[in-house]
């Protein structure tokens, strides 16, 4: 591979897995927020006001950095991938012009009123504001998948004259059927993160026992969160998981063959659990295996024969294939382990035994990271798995890069994204930290901390 | 179709410049209007709520212009490269600076932010100015419409152009001004006592500094690009348009002497 | 306003080629197809007005003068 096009993979792969942390936290507090919300107009008590105010100030920080970690990615299609922009453009741009127009509007205009506006609104009011927010996430969500889709499965689109896509339905475009299972995994993936944050939290607090810390509220932190993640951690296994198998599976063979480490093709393949694949003798070392359940998951039936790399031309495979299987078993591994410890901890929470059981709540509590790395190796596996294509069948990855950027222009810029990023991780991790110790109540000096904050002394002042 | 397209695209870039624009140039005049912790606290509140807004703007017009245009959206990202990165990184800067400044309760990590911010708040008027003299200098385009343009060559614009030159310096500086004037403008209408006074005096230095800059601009693009008055002589109702600028760079510059700020800002 | 002037002047080419005027970008040869341009009629008008009224709403939530002195956010 040559080293402008490695530089501007690199380039595009960093600031995108990196923004992506924010998101998916973002679109999985959201629900969150306002399920909580919801429960606390049914009940009197404070507890579960209290959560969501929690959840709102964590979430406030994390939707800045999302933003401006978020804007770098816009302006990358043009200034790293300009071939592929110009072959593109004319039907992608029309999701992502949508995601600009509408979501963000809806997002950001919202996210003020609900912030601050706890005071002013009525409880009924906030909530609906709380579901805007949560809309517009999702929504944006929706656009940027279908996006990310059309490269996977290209529809609705004629070849123009000059040798470029164009648009020729919209409604195609917007209901690809490929779109719509990797939404709900997605969107899933993020319900998962948000979940065990929440269950996180709510563990945290009951372990560190400090005075001022509502119990009840942490509780309910608790008890939301882990529901939530016990039901997204199933649903990413089945449907939806499973759905993008199937799709995997009849339109990108060399992908699933790649994910799944099938270098020979078999009837009744069986489904590797662990093991190293060694490229270049098309083996897998040390594995465990479960026979057949390969064919039975993509075919529906047990001696159904699987294609394997062997089938797949060298130039059609993707190009890293050892990093594609790890990513997906990572993914799948991790998601194994989501759906055990929720289930664990949901049978202890309904035998009423969760609460004093501290390695149960230790586990919540370190858990907290892992959906992150289950959602980036999920989309490293989408993406590598879309390779050798940037768009499936149309247009190769190295086709698609800005041809008059050099390696050492792209390479200036990664590093520059690097040290800036790194900067903006530690404060994340400080302003996030110095939240979360305050406790459930918080301090009432220090409501939701960004200038955000500005709008609830600012509408009061305006009265 | 194209016509109607590239009108509205020029209507998104034109409304992210008004509104970025005054939060730019409060932080541009942020260190010169407000002095003390207070009236710095201040001014960072009357942009506070509402610059992440405007910089939606920003992304908004980009979707629009991508969609619309995208050969003009790949041609010119993948070739003002540098400058483009440099953009991001400000516009970050930007974002980091004020919002970290609410959460500094160290006074030496607040000064931090405070010239992070500023300096963000500055450079980006001029490089957005530069661009647009880039657009209008003109760029190496080759039989592929693409081109890449280093940051600077020679600072001449002949036939190897950097993105910066003596063209598009003065194009950055002069929007620089323009934006300052702009912010300070926005800040009499919000803030009083001290930081109104001190805002007042930058706006009215910037909109005797704006028509100079205007004119020693237009007559340098004249010399850069002659054939700029082509379009005005085929259709002379265009001429209503530097006319228009002329009008409110004078209304702006009375507005500001009588103190009539809602005028001032928005011409 | 002087943006408005800029993009008159140079109209309908976009972005000049200083090579070969020939090869300048124009709004013809840089545009996307016609089928997206009309598609998006459909939704953009919708869009913008979305965001035109939520703009106004946000201004006048927060027209006025700051009051000065700081409230403990600082």
Known sequence: ?463 | MTTLWFLLVAIMLVAYIVFDGFDLGVGAIYKLAARTPEERAAVRRSIGPIWDANEVWLLAAGGTLYFAFPELYASSFSGFYLPLMLVLWLLIGRALGLELRSHADDPLLGEVCDTIFMLSSLLLPVFLGAALGNVIRGVPLDGDATFFLPLWTDFRPGPHPGVLDWYTVICGVVALIAIATHGANYLTLRTTGEVNRRARGIARAGSLLLPVGTAVSLAATIAVRPTVLENFRAHPAGFLIPAAVVASLVVMALAARRGRERTAFAA | MMLGGAAFALFPVLLPSSTDPALSLTVENAATGSFAMTAALRWWPIAFVLVAVTFVHLYRTFRGKIVGGGEGHY
Not at chain 1, 149 to 165: E, I, K, T
Not at chain 1, 378 to 394: D, F, K, N, S
């Open chain 1, 1 to 463: 591979m040559d080293s402008a096009l490695l530089v501007h993979r690199l380039h595009f792969a960093f600031t995108v897995t990196f923004h992506y942390l924010f998101p998916q936290l973002t679109m999985g507090l959201a629900p969150m927020i306002v399920i909580l919300k919801l429960l606390a107009l049914r009940h009197p008590d404070a507890r579960y006001a209290q959560a969501a105010r929690l959840l709102a100030r964590l979430f406030a920080i994390n939707f800045v950095f999302g933003v401006v970690t978020g804007i770098p990615m816009e302006f990358q299609f043009g200034t790293n991938w300009a071939r592929f922009s110009k072959f593109a453009g004319g039907v992608i741009g029309q999701t992502l012009a949508m995601e600009g127009m509408f979501a963000f509007f809806l997002e950001s205009s919202f996210l003020g009123l609900f912030l601050f506006g706890e005071k002013r609104l009525s409880p009924r009011a906030h909530l609906a504001s709380a579901f805007a927010v949560f809309a517009g996430s999702w929504l944006s969500g929706y656009f940027i998948v279908a996006t990310d889709a059309w490269m996977q499965h290209p529809v609705g689109y004629a070849l123009a004259a000059n040798g470029s896509v164009q648009l020729s339905s919209l409604s195609a475009l917007l209901c690809n059927s490929w779109a719509f299972w990797q939404y709900v995994h997605t969107m899933g993936g993020a319900l998962v993160t948000g979940a065990f944050a929440t269950a996180g939290l709510g563990a945290y607090y009951l372990l560190r026992k400090r005075s001022d810390d509502d119990a009840r509220a942490s509780a309910a932190l608790l008890r939301v969160g882990l529901i939530a993640a016990g039901v997204a951690s199933l649903c990413q296994l089945f449907p939806s998981g499973d759905r993008q198998g199937q799709l995997i599976a009849r339109h990108q063979p060399a992908t699933l063959a790649a994910m799944e480490g099938l270098f020979t093709t078999r009837a009744g393949a069986a489904l590797v659990l662990i093991g190293q694949p060694d490229t270049e003798e098309g083996r897998i070392d040390n594995t465990l295996e479960v026979p057949g359940v390969l064919s039975a998951l993509t075919h529906k039936r047990w001696n159904a024969s699987v294609t394997g790399l062997d089938q797949i031309p060298r130039d059609a495979r993707p190009d890293n294939v050892a990093l594609l299987y790890y990513s997906y078993h990572v993914m799948v591994g991790l998601g194994t382990f989501f759906i055990l410890i929720t289930g664990l901890a949901l049978l202890w929470l309904w035998r009423g035994r969760l609460e004093r059981s501290r390695a149960l709540l230790w586990t919540l509590v370190l858990a907290v990271p892992f959906p992150y790395v289950a959602n980036t190796a999920g989309w490293m596996t989408a993406e590598l798995g879309r390779q050798p294509w940037l768009v499936y069948g149309l247009m190769r990855t190295s086709a698609g890069t800005s041809a008059r950027v050099s390696a050492g222009n792209g390479l200036f810029s990664l590093i520059g994204f690097m040290g800036l990023y790194s900067v903006l991780a530690i404060a994340f991790l400080l302003l996030m930290s110095r939240v979360i110790s305050r406790g459930v109540s918080g301090d009432a000096q220090h409501q939701p901390t960004t200038q955000l904050a500005e709008r609830a002394i600012d509408s009061r002042a305006a009265e």
